[in-house]
């Protein structure tokens, strides 16, 4: 029979060069593998957040939300939806997922958005954006910025997706990540860390290499392997990249000290002293180990509080000290209250402070203090609340000498203090706007029968101290109101359970509402016994104690008139309550903390209390519940043993895929008609599986007749169903030859109406009937090895694994020769300018 070249009638059309369906793997492979590659940058570029957001805990939530965006995104492109679709499916994914992940409990099944969802959303906002504008980093990962930081990187997932995809600008796509790596950048002292920065370009050259490998530019020409100047071209444009990156940081101001990625900080606005203590008290709470260790010596006859700022403007939003910096004064010499005080007497206390390795613009020291001595630099203070900052230092390695006066308080001498309030600046006493009506009704509520301020001040305390509320460092974070303002104020009084700062908060704002002035001290609660003595010119040897991060303390302190400003303890389990603010019916005790009396006073004994250990942060979204705790593990467990069954069985699920597909025929009815090339790629595939493969220089009749006398199709001795069932498997070998061939080359002279499809029914007969006779011949391991690990699969994906990366290689040369180019032409032309 003469085979001679036909073009076949029915030649589908090719794809264009530009196309994901005109690279060298076909549609198939495109979408998966270019929408791992836009993952793995993002999930790169989030690595880098570490620093800016505290711990691990909030990445699982991002590495969830980008996963699924992705596979959403590839699922739709894989079904050759329009551009436009797949990324509104991206985003529609995007919408289910942070759903599911933090609003579980207030949707319809429980990722479809609600009104209650939108609700939530809201309240989840105001935490993201008063943590935002007020906390220094690491900032605590509460559900509100973990999911600002889940929804933005969705979005960049999309955008970059769409840069490097529909719009044909790989290269573009690099922006979408460097908006995520700008962030640590300019926040964290380590800037974007080795790890990010790595994790990121990879995933970048990801995206530059499968462009190129599955949708090549036809407008330019690839460089082969044999052109000598590729690797001198290579080498010179690194050269030059490695060199700019290393005098960048020389040429634009901002950048510390360090190498970059790692040892470098981009902050064209200098160092940030706008340090909300507000909020850097919860994370320092929830240090485990004690950093920034203060220790003082004083002459006092118990521990004090140690004061560095206050804060008093409850703008509702955040809190945060007001610096009054028009008014400040320069040198702490000589301070001065501000205020006439009318006790008949007053208690005059020396203090020697180191700070150590202690770092904050604001000086700790004892109230109320009328001198420092002893510091370097220069410092300023506040004449409204004598908070004592630095002009062009810090409290870092300062040891000073403080003198302070306090009145000598009693419970008479505060009840009877009823004289109008005079001479306080209206932002200690304006209560707030927009108050919650929790926070009123309460402060009603609890003050209904105080006849005098003070009276009012210790229905307050009382209240806040009562069986009803917990001191909880996890209960704000875990039930997203771990910051300040009012509406955290508000779901504070919902939950009762929380920490000083929502404590000294409450009273605060609520001491406002009835009239009397208020603001809150931060600081350091009364510290522990070191064992240690300091001796001190003109005092003798003083007791020293030490404070460090886990006594980081909040509290309130309200003017009376004639006394001044009065601290006050309202957190239960925490610090010293005063003798003036205790019950009657409290025991004689400074504090109903037994615990933290230990080691308070300096005739005790030295042991430390033990400070709050934080527990873990829960995923967003799982509840609080301890079931809900209990169960995250048992999800996670199983998720990960549903991984791990997917990846064994997804060579199998592919091998299954694709004979599905190459055997599925096209029209309608009994008509239906296999294409005989992808009928006869199966055939080399299941032949590949048992141990035959085709040879690159074999005709397909070649093939056919090595298959038909190869062991793999001949029943072992004393075994086989009989020659029947053999001659059936070597008609089925024929009957698809015969088919290829007529498809390929034309039917034979004479027979031009032959028709060139395969009938389904056919296809799948003879591909079943040589499958059974391969299974039949091949031994145990041979069947599992062709079922669960086929090598047709298998060649395919180290193929796919190798190939872009010698994309990769390829696209390097071609920069290495433009910026060669350019160098040339940059040269000519200088040569030109000094010769003119």
């Known amino acids: 029979m003469t085979l001679t070249s036909h073009r076949p009638a029915e030649a589908q059309p090719q794809p264009a060069p530009g196309s994901p369906g005109g690279g060298r793997f076909g549609a198939g492979a495109f979408p998966w593998v270019m929408s791992g590659a836009v993952a793995v940058s993002v999930l790169g570029a989030s690595l880098s957040l570490n620093g800016v957001l505290r711990g691990w805990a909030w990445f699982l939530p991002v590495v969830t939300v980008v996963v699924v965006v992705s596979l959403a995104m590839a699922l739709l492109r894989t079904f050759r939806a329009p551009p436009l679709l797949v990324a509104a499916g991206g985003l529609v994914a995007l919408a289910f997922i942070l759903t599911f992940t933090f609003f579980r409990r207030d949707s319809i099944a429980g990722f479809l958005p609600s009104q209650a969802t939108l609700d939530a959303l809201g309240r989840h906002l105001r935490r993201a954006s008063e943590t935002v504008l007020a906390e220094s980093s690491p900032v605590a990962p509460n559900a509100g910025i973990v999911l600002v930081a889940c929804a933005a990187l969705g979005l960049v997932l999309i955008l970059v997706d769409a840069l490097a995809l529909p719009l044909g600008m790989p290269a573009t796509s690099g922006l979408g990540l460097l908006a995520v790596l700008v962030v640590p950048a300019m926040i964290k002292p380590q800037s974007v860390g080795w790890l990010g920065f790595v994790v990121t370009a990879a995933g970048y050259l990801m995206i530059l290499a499968g462009s190129q490998w599955f949708a090549p530019d036809a407008r330019t020409q690839a460089d082969t392997a044999r052109n000598p100047g590729q690797i001198r071209r290579a080498a010179l444009t690194g050269a030059v990249a490695l060199v700019v990156t290393l005098l960048l940081q020389l040429v634009v101001p901002g950048f510390d000290q360090g190498a970059f990625p790692q040892g470098s900080r981009f902050n064209p606005w200098g160092t940030a002293t706008g340090l909300n203590p507000m909020i850097s008290l919860g994370n320092s709470l929830r240090t485990p180990t004690g950093e920034g260790r203060i220790t003082y010596a004083t002459n006092a006859t118990t521990p004090l509080y140690l004061r560095s700022v206050t804060v008093d403007r409850f703008d509702g939003e955040s809190w945060s000290p007001d610096d009054r910096n028009t008014s400040r004064r320069a040198g702490t010499g000589r301070m001065d209250v501000g205020h006439e005080i009318l006790a008949p007497e007053q208690i005059r206390q020396v203090t020697v402070v180191n700070t150590g390795d202690f ?478």
């Not at 350091?524 to 991060?549: H, I, K, N, W």
């Open 359 to 836: 770092t904050s613009p604001y000086l700790p020291v004892p109230y109320a203090p009328e001198s420092v001595n002893g510091l370097t630099g220069r410092w300023s203070w506040d004449p409204a609340t004598l908070s004592i900052k630095g002009t062009d230092t810090n409290s870092r390695e300062q040891q000073y000498l403080v003198q302070s006066s306090v009145p000598k308080l009693t419970t008479e001498l505060l009840d009877a203090s009823s004289a109008p309030v005079r001479g306080v600046p209206e932002e200690f006493i304006r209560p707030p706007s927009n108050v919650p009506d929790i926070v009123r009704t309460t402060a009603e509520s609890v003050t209904a029968n105080g006849r005098t301020a003070y009276a009012k001040a210790m229905a307050i305390q009382r209240f806040l101290r009562g069986p009803d509320f917990t001191y909880s460092l996890e209960s704000p974070v875990q039930n997203g109101y771990d910051g300040n303002g009012l509406s955290v104020l508000a779901d504070f009084l919902t939950q009762k359970s929380g920490y000083c700062i929502h404590f000294a908060s409450a009273m605060a704002v609520m001491a406002r509402l009835e009239g009397i002035p208020s603001r809150i001290a931060v600081g350091y609660a009364p510290g522990r016994l070191t064992g240690a003595t300091v001796s001190v010119a003109g005092q003798g040897a003083l007791p020293e104690f030490e404070v460090d991060a886990r006594d980081a303390h909040a509290w309130p302190e309200l003017y009376f008139q004639g006394l001044g400003w009065v601290p006050f303890e309202p957190t239960p389990s925490r610090g010293v309550v005063p003798p003036y603010a205790q019950d009657s019916s409290a025991s004689g005790g400074a504090s109903t903390n037994e615990q933290n009396n230990d080691g308070l006073v300096p005739s005790g004994g030295t042991t430390a209390p033990s400070a709050p250990v934080p527990a873990p942060l829960p995923v967003p979204g799982t509840g609080t519940a301890d079931g809900g705790n209990q169960l995250v593990p048992v999800l996670y467990t199983a998720a990960g043993v549903l991984l791990l069954v997917l990846l064994a069985a997804s060579p199998r699920l592919v091998r299954g895929g694709l004979r599905a597909r190459r055997l599925r025929g096209t029209g309608s009815g009994r008509n239906r008609l296999a294409e005989p090339p992808l009928v006869w790629s199966e055939l080399q595939d299941l032949a590949t599986d048992y141990g035959v493969r085709p040879q690159p220089s074999e005709t397909p009749r070649t093939f056919s007749a090595r298959l038909r006398g190869s062991l793999a199709m001949r029943p072992r001795t004393g075994s086989g169903p009989g020659t029947g069932h053999d001659a059936r498997t070597m008609h089925s070998v024929t009957a698809l030859t015969d088919a290829y061939e007529r498809h390929r080359y034309g039917p034979p002279a004479g027979q031009e109406s032959a028709r060139r499809g395969l009938p389904e029914e056919a296809a799948v007969e003879h591909i079943s009937q040589v499958r059974q006779a391969l299974r039949r011949n091949a031994g145990v391991v041979g069947r599992l090895r062709a079922d669960w690990l086929p090598p047709s699969v298998l060649s395919r994906w180290g193929s796919v694994a190798g190939r872009p990366v010698r994309a990769l290689g390829r696209a390097a040369f071609r920069m290495g020769r433009t910026a060669s180019a350019l160098w040339r032409r940059t040269r000519s032309g200088l040569r030109r300018l000094r010769e003119g």
